[in-house]
């Protein structure tokens, strides 16, 4: 009987070798993030858009015509409540 027999120890290692490096390749799978970049136009356009909303809900209100859609509020309150808690 051998005690250290070298054919199962390297084997062992190129294992341990070949598992380690497919854990990295999940790890740099798992990192990678899509990224969206808007043009300045187009970032401009948005400003300019959401500021005429924002003025048209501030009147709105102040004139006492903004109504409340109960019926999105209540889809939103029960999608966020089936989804669970957040992390």
Known sequence: MKINDVNRLQGLQSYKNTINI?????LTKKIQVDKVEFSQAAQEKISV???QRIQALKEQIQNG?????????????????SRGPVE
């Open 22 to 26: 497919t854990q990295k390749q999940d």
């Open 49 to 51: 858009e959401k500021e």
């Open 65 to 81: 015509t903004y109504k409340v859609d109960s019926e999105k509020i209540a889809e939103k309150l029960l999608s966020t409540w």
